[in-house]
């Protein structure tokens, strides 16, 4: 077999000072069986001409035009063009040494590898120096691989899709995309579906990649506290899912490991930890960080806590452990509801991503919890098994503990107001979501 063709997907956004640079690196390969896909989200700066021109340059350059969508959907549409047996993606203001392809290509031919990973240059300023996490050059399994980034869990050397060669059967085989619901962190999120599905490893330690580290950047504009929090919850459980399934039976032994990503901090600084306070049996949020979250974003602490609570709750039973928190939760939506349109409306019931969805039926499915199938109209059926139905009435049980915790202290009195006004409260808020859909969310200002 020859060189394989290699597809390298750039998105472009608003980048034309760096983005000459960037793609003369590519052109400049010593690895020349490539193509180079040229991703501009709307453009306004001249970056969307001079992605044309350098398609005049050289027929390895594609080029495709759309109207800004974000990088996540960007790169979504460039894996659905690619045509290479490898896929590695870069960034418009960053490049790549001359020999990057070669050494990522030559690598995973040798061993047959899924997935290739490689140390990078981080440049800041006049400054440039290396990065990396793995270090010896050496083939490995998923489990093998999952005990070096359980050590690191936050690292960009992990994290980040750039210094990293995917092979696209697996990406087209099962679905992996982009989640373009969170605006950063979505890089980790494929990196752990594409790990679910690779079966061998490599770790180089030449570097493949000049990443710039810029200060104005999407990323760093687009991060608060209350992102960081929702952000880092919602990757957390990704993170705790991977996991599990990667160990198994033998997940206990790397749980308190995997439960630490809660408090870990990138070393470049893009995963922000949750603030924390670290105590025995698990984090807690500390008084100065929860009196700061409660003035900026209200009452976002206490849905924090509130699923702590419930999860304790889940993992002190001794049918419910093997639950995640959204198992127990799409369990009990098909407690009373049983027939939906598709997996779609099952995610906007639950809050989850449609990625999230589809895993946690297959988990469901696959654990004999439920049974589904698809009827004539296309209508996705759910019927609640046996094994379900126990977890069930576990979970009612759990649901009066925690109703009760809520209540705790307070008189008969307090506790029908409180449950009157709760009711009101939902009350508001579904209308207010019926509105914003009826007007196309015209109330904003």
């Not at 501009?40 to 027929?59: I, M, N, Q």
């Not at 960080?289 to 039973?317: A, C, N």
């Not at 369990?331 to 099952?346: A, H, N, P, V």
Request: net charge negative; charged share 30%.
């Amino acid at each position: 077999m020859g060189n394989p063709l290699v597809s390298i997907i750039v998105p472009v956004y608003n980048t034309q000072k760096y983005l000459a640079r960037c793609v003369d690196s590519l052109l400049g390969q010593d690895y020349e069986n490539l193509e180079i896909i040229l991703i501009d989200d709307g453009s306004t700066d001249g970056s969307e001409l001079l992605v044309d021109e350098y398609r005049e340059k050289d027929a390895r350059v594609r080029v495709i035009h759309q109207e800004n969508a974000g990088v996540s959907l960007s790169r979504n549409r460039a894996i659905e063009a690619a045509c290479g047996e490898y896929i590695r993606f870069v960034d418009s203001d960053d490049w790549l040494p001359e020999n990057a392809t070669s050494l990522l290509v030559s690598a995973a031919k040798e061993a047959g590898c899924d997935l290739v990973i490689a140390d990078f240059y981080r440049v800041s300023g006049t400054r440039m120096s290396q990065k990396g996490d793995i270090d010896e050059d050496q083939v490995m399994d998923r489990v093998e691989f999952a005990a070096h980034m359980i050590e690191n869990p936050a690292d960009f050397y992990y994290g980040v899709l750039w210094n990293k060669l995917f092979r696209r059967s697996i990406i087209m085989e099962h679905g992996i995309r982009m989640d373009a619901e969170l605006s950063w962190c979505e890089d980790f999120l494929f990196n752990l579906e594409y790990i679910r599905y690779a079966e061998t490893f490599r770790a180089i330690q030449e570097p493949v990649y000049y990443y710039l580290k810029r200060k104005n950047s999407l990323v760093s504009q687009s991060m608060n506290i209350a992102t960081t929090i929702r952000t880092k919850i919602v990757t957390f459980e990704y993170y705790n899912d991977f996991y599990k399934d990667v160990y198994g039976d033998d997940y206990e032994d790397v749980q308190g490991k995997v439960r630490y990503y809660l408090l870990s901090a990138a070393k470049d600084g893009v995963v922000m930890p949750l603030p924390t306070t670290r105590k025995k049996g698990g984090s807690e949020l500390s008084p100065q960080t929860e009196q700061e979250l409660l003035g900026k974003v209200g009452f976002w602490p206490d849905f924090y806590y509130g699923r702590r609570l419930i999860e304790e709750f889940l993992h002190s039973d001794e049918v419910l452990k093997q639950l995640t928190l959204d198992d127990a939760t799409l369990l009990w939506l098909f407690r009373d509801i049983r027939q939906f349109g598709r997996q779609k409306e099952i995610a906007a019931i639950t809050g989850q991503t449609p990625q999230r969805t589809a895993r946690t039926l297959s988990r469901l499915k696959r654990g004999e919890y439920v049974a589904m199938r698809t009827d004539k109209d296309g209508m996705l059926i759910v019927a609640v098994l046996e094994k379900g139905r126990v977890c069930l009435e576990k979970m009612e049980e759990i649901l009066r503990q925690f109703g009760s915790v809520c209540m705790d202290g307070l008189s008969p009195e307090e506790s029908a107001c409180f449950t009157a006004v709760e009711a009101k409260v939902r009350r508001n808020v579904r209308e207010q979501v019926k509105k914003e859909h009826t007007t196309g969310g015209e109330s904003h200002g």
